[in-house]
């Protein structure tokens, strides 16, 4: 069955990194579009970056710049690498897939928090 599994989380100051990984089984990775999304306490979920197989990438514009969406094929394992982190980017991270870009009926992870401290 459909898998992915978000690692990386966890809580940093202010203006710190962390680098998230999804790794993903049960699918074909190369039809399916990636995506990385957040979710804080009482708010929707949105999306925070996507990939897609050939590498076009899309960002939310509150972390253009900021944050960097990859992905290695061959181990099927898509990143976020997070840098100058902000309080208001604490959330719940999840990786979703699916098979167009828009993420309507997207498999989804289970979610890995993170925290910016001030």
């Known amino acids: 069955q459909v898998q992915l599994v978000e690692s990386g989380g966890g809580s940093v100051q202010s203006g710190g990194s962390l680098r998230l990984s999804c790794a993903a089984s049960g699918f074909t990775y190369s039809n399916y579009c990636m995506g990385w999304f957040r979710q804080a306490p009482g708010k929707e979920r949105l999306r925070v970056a996507s990939i897609t197989y050939t590498g076009f990438t899309t960002y939310a514009n509150a972390v253009k710049g900021r944050f960097t969406i990859s992905q290695d094929n061959a181990k099927n394992t898509l990143y976020l690498q997070m840098n100058s982190l902000k309080p208001e980017d604490t959330a719940m991270y999840y990786c979703?897939?699916?098979?167009?870009?828009?993420?309507?009926?997207?498999?989804w992870g289970q979610g890995t928090q993170v925290t910016v401290q001030s």
């Open positions: 979703a897939a699916a098979r167009f870009c828009a993420f309507s009926g997207a498999y």
